[in-house]
């Protein structure tokens, strides 16, 4: 077995609901032949881990170190692994492991994030039961095919949402074929919604910004919306009727009102939760029949999908706007997102 860095890791942990975050320690799994051992340099804040911290998609298996837009180096690995050198600076997103087997029906289609064997980058249990741990730490050890190589053209911090919040914007767009022309919305403009606005522009789309916040407008028009609508302007709103091919949702606000944002979708248009809300939603059959209109979701994106994410973003010059902070004060950043401060992303260094 490999020797690694960190034998044991420490990092910053939610230890029960509605509690700073604090110092904590925990063993390291071993080191895999397939494995790497990342000692990570930064670390995004990420709607998920808040409502992870607060147990809000049912209970938290606490301790646990929240944390999945990881950017690190190598500092060890499996025998195994040879697309990675020990040095490389790496990503890490929402996942750790995955079967990659090819009669995976998910694995074998670059849906790794859909595979039953699954493991999330932090708060789910590996087989043998130990829970995973993410990236607001020293370290962290993923299964190699988890561990992204980061392109040169873009900064440590800037990677780090383009791990987590990038790809799952960019994806369903991918997916789906969303083209030049096409006319798409983007409602709550945080981490993941002002990603969004940016990679529909450079797909060539003729994008609008939904938002609650007036002052978020000047920043959403130089990301590429042509278009700002408050949400909470009725006078704005009755502009936005039918005026949608697609419509991401990332506000995950318990007031949202999907029949509204449905009015907003032409006929055939397709909405696609990426927000993850802690309520079920309300939505009136009719909505969707009347005006033949989709709504689906999508979760993050497999492997392939985050590597063409970061060389897209690299190409388009598509960078997330941070926030930068030291580790030490990750509990300023958390409570930042609560208030709905940041301007759009937390990112924690090392
Ligand atoms: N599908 C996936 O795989 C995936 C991946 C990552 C994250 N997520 C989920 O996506 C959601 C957004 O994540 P994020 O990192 O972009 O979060 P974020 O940075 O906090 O942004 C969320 C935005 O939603 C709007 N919002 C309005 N009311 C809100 C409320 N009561 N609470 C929170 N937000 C409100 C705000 O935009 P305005 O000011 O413009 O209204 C806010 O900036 C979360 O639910 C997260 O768990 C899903
Ligand atoms: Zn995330
Ligand atoms: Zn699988």
Redesign the pocket.
Known sequence: MVDGKFNNITGWAAKQNGTPLEPWTYEARPIGTKDVEIQIQCCGI???D??TIDSGWGKTNHPVIVGHEIIGKVTAKGDEVSHLQIGDLVGVG?QAFGCLESDCRACSRGLE?HCPKGVFTYNAKYPDGKVSQGGYAEAVRVNSHFAIRIPSEISPQEAAPLM??GP?VFTPMLRKGVKKGDRVGVV??????HLALQFARALGCEVTAF???DN?KEECLKLGATKFIN?KKEEDLKKAKMSLDYLYI??????NDYNKMASWVDYEGQMCL????ENNLDINPRTLIKGSKYIG????GGIKDIEKTLSFAAEHNIRPIIEKMPMSKVNEGIQS?RD?K?R??VVLEN
């Open positions: 990420c709607g998920s808040i409502h929402a994030p987590c919040a799952t709550g403009i945080g981490g993941l919604g938002s609650s916040s978020k949400i990332t506000s995950n606000a318990k007031s990426l927000a993850l809300p979701g999508s979760l993050i997102v709905g940041v759009y992303r």
